[in-house]
Structure formats: C-alpha cells, structure tokens
Nanobody, 125 residues
Framework: EVQLVESGGGSVQAGGSLRLSCANSGSTAISGCMGWFRQAPGKEREGVAGIDYDGSTYYADSVKGRFAISKDDANNVLYLQMNNLEPEDSAMYYC???????????????????WGQGTQVTVSS
C-alpha cells in the first residue's frame, strides 16, 4: 500500500520560495517514477516536474530554472523546491507516484498509480 501525504504549502509573496514534501506513509516502498502536478481553479491538472526511477528529471517549461524536484529514496520522500514564485504558480499541488518507470510522457496522468490529497500554494503579487 502507498499513501502519499504532501506538506509545505502556504502563502508567499511573488519572488519568494517554498519547499514541498511528499512522504509515503504506506507499507510499500515506491520504486518507480514520481511527480508533482498542480491544478488551479477552472483549469486542468498539469504536470510540474517528474523524476524517474533512475533519477532523470523533467520539468514543465513554465517552471524550468525556478523549481527543482528531488527525492530521498532512503526515507521515501519526494521534494519540490520552488524559487522565484509567481502569482501564476498559485494552485493546489499534488504528489504522484508510479510503480514503474516512465513509459511515455512524464506529465501524463496515466503514468502514475497513486496520488496525494494536495497542498495549497498561494502566491500574491
């Protein structure tokens, strides 16, 4: 069983930083891909960053150079360091995990088997 729990969201001003964490509190270790998605009101869920089982990382164009995804395999924790935040980054952020490596596009929702409940990020101008 995999249970993903996000934390670290909050309210910041534009230009600020936040670090999101995603811990697996379940009994099954995650051995595949992991990713961060976000969804703003009235918009579709979109991929923000992904990391494959071998450590390869992928980013949405809108966050390249500002966000960094990483994972602590020993403790089964996924991170998203977000710097230079913009109001457009405001959304609910979700952690996701797959039991295999990426078979297609890292940002495809179908790549992931498990999802967390989300943590809210609000960036004010």
């Amino acid at each position: 069983e995999v249970q993903l729990v996000e934390s670290g969201g909050g309210s910041v001003q534009a230009g600020g930083s936040l670090r999101l964490s995603c811990a697996n509190s379940g009994s099954t270790a995650i051995s595949g891909c992991m990713g961060w998605f976000r969804q703003a009101p009235g918009k579709e869920r979109e991929g923000v960053a992904g990391i494959d089982y071998d450590g390869s990382t992928y980013y949405a164009d809108s966050v390249k150079g500002r966000f960094a995804i990483s994972k602590d395999d020993a403790n089964n924790v996924l991170y998203l360091q977000m710097n230079n935040l913009e109001p457009e980054d405001s959304a609910m952020y979700y952690c996701a995990a797959g039991m295999g490596g990426y078979g297609g596009t890292w940002s495809g929702i179908y790549e992931y088997n498990y999802w967390g409940q989300g943590t809210q990020v609000t960036v004010s101008s």
